[in-house]
């Protein structure tokens, strides 16, 4: 069975037990910390308090806050990826980052543009000519004589 891993975070929410002022002061004490690091604790933003232990350690960490009068949760950090993964994952960003573009030579004009057949080309020279309208499917060649 996997042992998980978690986090205790602490958002300056407290329990009601004591006002600020002694919460703050029970804070400094059982984490022995500086006036502004216990301030910093209480401005509203959620502070990791303590990350990768187990869970029994977190349960011991959050009855120890509460008992100084304040209110945490417990997050559970998820799991890595499998090495496989990473490796792969890496590699393809590798392959990505290195690939080159196409060769100048390479591209390709779009024949569609030029009249293949000959029956069609001399049909669409008269059409043309005669200034009739043109169909459909001669609307992707150009509007010139080719003579």
Sequence with gaps: MATYQYRVIFDGTLTGEFDLETSKK???KLFKLSSTRTESLFCGKKVTVKKNISEEDALNLMLHIANAGGKCYLEKIPEPKEAFTDRRNKAYDQRRKFRRGARAGSIVQDRRLHIRRVGDKELFEELVLSKQ???????????????
């Design 133 to 147: 309208n043109i169909p459909v499917a001669f609307d992707a060649y150009p509007k010139r004589s080719t003579k």
């Design 26 to 28: 029970r804070f400094s």
